[in-house]
C-alpha cells in the first residue's frame, strides 16, 4: 500500500493572522457586493465548500462611527455561519474608518479587517472610495497606518487593482500598502479603467505585482470560471491564494472543485460537464430556502438575477421561469423548475 504524496500547493495551507486567527485555506469566495446576501451565504455555507468570508464592503461615510450593535447586525448572518469573517471596509477618512475598524475587531468571529481599493463602479469611485483610491497611494497607506495604530493586532488586508489607468501602477502602491501594516492583500489583475474588459495579460500583470509585493501572502482575482483558470494561476507561481467572485455565481460548487483538483498530486481537471446540475441543484436549494423563511430570503428580482447567472439568458430554462411574476412567489417558481429539469431529463433519454 502506497501512502498519498503530500500535497504541497500553497493555496491549502492555512493562512494564521495577525490577532491569533486563521483562515484554513487560501480560496476564498469574493466579497461580491449585491450577491452575497443572506440567501447567497446560508446556501453557500449549506454546501461545505466555503471556509471563511470577505464581506461586501461596509462604507464608511462621514460623522460619529455607527454602535457595535449595529455593525454586529451588519455581518450577523455571516458569523451564523460559524466561519472566520473579515470584515471589508470602504471610505476615505483614516481616523473614521480605524474607529470602525476597531469596533467590528471586537466583535467575536471577526479575524481580520480588509480595506476596499478596487471597486470600479462610477458612483463609487466619484466620490473618491473604491478603486479611486488608487490614484492617491498616500492615502492609502494613511488609512492602513491610521488602523495599524489604532488596532495593533488587528489583520488587515487590502484589496487593489492592478492600477486606476495603467497596470504598473501597483508597482509602486504594493510596498507602500505593506510598509503601512498590510499584511497580505488581493491583486485583481485589471485597472479600474478597465473595469470588467477581458485583459489577456492576466499572469504577466500578477507577477509583476507579486514581485512588488514581497514574501507575504499574494492572492489573486479576476476571471476564475473554472478549475483550468485555478490551476494555471497555481502553475504560474505567482499567487498564493484565489479570491472567486463571479464564478462561483455561474458554477456554486467551484471552490470545492479546486480544492478537489489542487488536493490531487496529478492536479486532475474533472472539466464543466456537470455545471448544469449544479445550476438546478442550487437554484433548488434557493428557492427551497426561500420558502422556509420568505419574510428573509425571498425576492423574486434577486433569485431571477441569480437564475440568469446560473442558467444563462437565453436558456430555456430560465426563459421558462421569467413566465412567472413576484406574486407567484417561491413555490411556483420551484414547481416551474422541477418541471423543467423533468422534461430536459426524458428529452435527454429520447435522444
Request: hydrophobic letters at 35%.
Amino acid at each position: 500500500m502506497t501512502n498519498k504524496p503530500e500535497v504541497t500547493s500553497s493555496l491549502l495551507k492555512p493562512l494564521h493572522l495577525l490577532g491569533g486567527g486563521s483562515l484554513p485555506d487560501r480560496v476564498l469566495p469574493a466579497p461580491m457586493e449585491g450577491i452575497l446576501t443572506p440567501l447567497f451565504t446560508k446556501a453557500l455555507s449549506q454546501q461545505g465548500h466555503v471556509k471563511a468570508w470577505i464581506t461586501p464592503f461596509y462604507r464608511v461615510g462621514v460623522g460619529n462611527p455607527p454602535r457595535l450593535h449595529k455593525l454586529r447586525r451588519e455581518i450577523q448572518f455571516f458569523l451564523d455561519t460559524q466561519l472566520p469573517v473579515i470584515v471589508q471596509l470602504m471610505g476615505t477618512d483614516p481616523e473614521l474608518m480605524s474607529l470602525v475598524a476597531e469596533r467590528f475587531n471586537s466583535i467575536e468571529g471577526v479575524v481580520g479587517l480588509n480595506f476596499n481599493f478596487a471597486c470600479p463602479s462610477k458612483r463609487v469611485n466619484h466620490r473618491g472610495g473604491g478603486g479611486a483610491c488608487l490614484q492617491t497611494p498616500d492615502l492609502m497607506a494613511s488609512i492602513l497606518d491610521s488602523t495599524r495604530k489604532r488596532c495593533p493586532n488587528l489583520s488587515l488586508s487590502a484589496k487593489i487593482r492592478t492600477g486606476f489607468i495603467h497596470p504598473e501602477e501597483c508597482l509602486d502602491i504594493l510596498p507602500k500598502l505593506k510598509d503601512a501594516g498590510c499584511e497580505w492583500v488581493t491583486v485583481h489583475h485589471r485597472t479600474v479603467k478597465e473595469a470588467y474588459t477581458k485583459v489577456d495579460e492576466r499572469i504577466p500583470r500578477l507577477t509583476k505585482a507579486r514581485e512588488a509585493w514581497g514574501s507575504l501572502p499574494f492572492f489573486a482575482s479576476g476571471d476564475i470560471f473554472g478549475v483550468e483558470d485555478a490551476l494555471a494561476l497555481e502553475a504560474s507561481g505567482c499567487c498564493e491564494g484565489l479570491v472567486v467572485a463571479r464564478g462561483l455565481i455561474r458554477k456554486p460548487l467551484l471552490l470545492g472543485e479546486i480544492r478537489k483538483a489542487l488536493d490531487d498530486p496529478q492536479r486532475y481537471h474533472r472539466g464543466d460537464h456537470d455545471q448544469r446540475k449544479q445550476a438546478y441543484q442550487f437554484m433548488e436549494q434557493l428557492l427551497e430556502l426561500c420558502i422556509q423563511k420568505p419574510d428573509i430570503y425571498w425576492s423574486h428580482k434577486y433569485c431571477m438575477e441569480l437564475a440568469r447567472n446560473l442558467f444563462g439568458v437565453k436558456d430555456s430554462t430560465f426563459r421558462t421561469l421569467t413566465t412567472l411574476k413576484q406574486i407567484d412567489g417561491p413555490g411556483l417558481l420551484l414547481e416551474k423548475l422541477i418541471l423543467s429539469k423533468e422534461q430536459e431529463h426524458l428529452l435527454d433519454k429520447s435522444c
